[in-house]
């Protein structure tokens, strides 16, 4: 059994969803490795970033499903630290998150949700990926 793991769900352009724990995610290498089962480490699936909308690392693969997103005042998002982002996808979904290192010229960068009770601990949005990304100032 493997160490060190993170519970992940992978969104690829298109809506696929994959699930699973990696162990060996970069985000200044170009692939990682993606597996179903922690028992089975041998087992993966080798996933390059460019094929990603985003990576989730999840609390739980199940979530809540009857949770909510609450709704936030630019006043409650201005209040947060790090910079505030609105990312807004190619697909139509739209993001509020904070983040420490975003930079348009990098292929990904790491956000961190503004609701602390959602399943999210933190996401790696793909820069290609996105429609539109605004600092919230």
Same mark, same amino acid.
């Given at each position: ?10 969104? &690829?352009?298109?809506? #696929? !969803?994959? =699930?699973?724990?990696?162990?060996? %995610? ?7 490795? !993606? ?10 699936? !080798?996933?390059?970033?460019?094929? !990603? *909308?985003?990576?989730?690392?999840? *609390?739980? %693969?199940?979530?809540?499903?009857? &949770?909510?997103?609450?709704? %936030?005042?630019? *006043?409650?998002? *201005? #209040?947060?630290?790090?910079? =505030?982002? @609105?990312?807004?996808? @190619? ?14 010229? #990098?292929?990904?960068? %790491?956000? &961190?949700?503004?609701? =602390?009770?959602?399943?999210?601990? @933190? ?15």
């Amino acid at each position: 059994m493997l160490t060190d793991e993170h519970r992940v769900v992978a969104h &690829y352009l298109g809506g #696929r !969803l994959a =699930k699973g724990y990696t162990f060996d %995610f970069n985000q200044n290498r170009d692939t990682f490795h !993606l597996f179903a089962d922690l028992e089975q480490s041998e087992e993966s699936v !080798l996933i390059y970033h460019e094929e !990603l *909308k985003a990576l989730f690392f999840v *609390k739980t %693969f199940e979530g809540n499903p009857a &949770y909510n997103d609450p709704i %936030f005042t630019e *006043k409650d998002i *201005k #209040r947060l630290v790090g910079m =505030k982002l @609105k990312i807004i996808f @190619k697909d139509g979904e739209v993001m509020y998150a904070t983040t420490f290192g975003y930079s348009p010229a #990098r292929q990904g960068f %790491f956000v &961190y949700p503004i609701d =602390k009770q959602c399943n999210n601990e @933190k996401v790696y949005v793909v820069t290609s990926s996105t429609a539109s990304i605004e600092i919230i100032r």
